[in-house]
T-cell receptor, first 108, second 118 residues
């Protein structure tokens, strides 16, 4: 079973920041938080991952709370192409278990 | 990032036939690859772990004689759906880990194969 809880769906206006939350209250000390997204009928795409520090790359920012029990993925300027299902995964090593994810709809 | 190539992207076959799906790591070597299955409006479910040079490891409830996995080289894994039936119709996705050492592995995914069994 997935170790994370995410909202089923979210809407975001185009050009605004999209903030996707994820709860992982049972995370272990050596487990990383990964974010992937899946656009319809495609394979999942890696976005970002982190252990305890906040991370930023060209796609997004990942904010992890100090107790590591939750995190937020931030897409700073959402576009229509960011409409997808976003998966938050907590894992150590290669065991990636996908939950239902959050369906993000970016609206014009 | 690393590229995982999966073929074919779509296949339609008659019931009772076998279908082979290929998964290649294009610019890195993968001693392990993973095969997932995704039914409509559902999440990805891990089917099996493919290991180069040894037998695949199957998740509970996945029939190893029906879903044959061969990891022939460090860049190629194949999934063969034998004697396919309509209930095997699904989106099959492969993945391979790459980069950063064991604790910072990223999984890179193929584009998926939509199998439709008539």
């Amino acid at each position: 079973d997935a170790k994370t809880t995410q909202p089923t769906s979210m809407d975001c206006a185009e050009g605004r920041a999209a903030n996707l939350p994820c709860n992982h209250s049972t995370i272990s000390g050596n487990e990383y938080v990964y974010w992937y997204r899946q656009i319809h009928s495609q394979g999942p795409q890696y976005i970002i991952h982190g252990l305890k520090n906040n991370e930023t790359n060209e796609m997004a920012s990942l904010i992890i709370t100090e107790d590591r029990k939750s995190s937020t993925l931030i897409l700073p300027h959402a576009t229509l192409r960011d409409t997808a299902v976003y998966y938050c995964i907590v894992t150590y090593g290669q065991n990636f278990v996908f939950g239902p994810g959050t369906r993000l709809s970016v609206l014009p | 990032g690393a590229v995982v190539s999966q073929h074919p992207s779509r296949v339609i076959c008659k019931s009772g036939t076998s279908v082979k799906i290929e998964c290649r790591s294009l610019d890195f070597q993968a001693t392990t690859m993973f095969w997932y299955r995704q039914f409509p409006k559902q999440s990805l479910m891990l089917m099996a772990t493919s290991n180069e040079g040894s037998k695949a490891t199957y998740e509970q409830g996945v029939e190893k004689d029906k879903f044959l996995i061969n990891h022939a080289s460090l860049t190629l894994s194949t999934l063969t759906v034998t004697s396919a039936h309509p209930e095997d119709s699904s989106f099959y996705i492969c993945s391979a880990p790459s980069g950063g050492g064991f604790l910072r592995e990223k999984l890179f995914f193929g584009s998926g194969t939509q199998l439709s069994v008539l």
